[in-house]
């Protein structure tokens, strides 16, 4: 039996990773892959606050805040890109009216925009 891998991307990450490759090889769209590529776009970027992030990165490649945030430390709602809305879902469970309010779709949409810009910064890189 011969077996053929289609639609085979390269990974963005640095570093080995199961997360990545689940992507990759099936279309595996998790939190855990989303909080990598996350923490991959700051590394390279240099930009550590949601705040920077969302200003000063993504709305330069054109990614809307239109996600409404409560920080319950700030009684403040606070717009955020999908990217920031997720992974502070992520890193945030303790925050009971924000919790997983986005769908399985849009964690799809946010992991492939953040492969996208990181493939950006791979190609500049080497």
């Known amino acids: 039996m011969t077996r053929e891998i289609l639609n085979a991307e390269e990974g963005v990450i640095r570093y080995s990773s199961l997360n990545e490759i689940n992507f990759i090889a099936y279309g595996h ?4 892959y989303h909080n990598e590529l996350y923490g991959a776009l ?3 970027t240099d930009l550590w606050s949601i705040a920077e992030f ?3 990165l993504l709305n330069k490649w054109k990614c809307p805040q239109d996600k409404g945030w409560f920080n ?3 009684n403040t709602l606070e717009k955020l890109t999908i990217h920031s809305y997720i992974r502070n879902c992520i ?3 303790e925050n009971a009216i924000n919790q997983k309010k986005y ?3 849009e964690l799809e949409r946010s992991i492939k925009e953040m492969r ?3 493939s950006k910064f791979k190609t500049t890189a080497d």
Do not use: G, I
């Open 103 to 105: 769908t399985d779709e």
């Open 116 to 118: 996208n810009l990181l």
């Open 29 to 32: 769209a998790s939190e855990e």
């Open 54 to 56: 969302d200003n000063e």
């Open 72 to 74: 319950s430390k700030r």
């Open 42 to 44: 700051q590394k390279v």
């Open 91 to 93: 890193h945030h469970p």
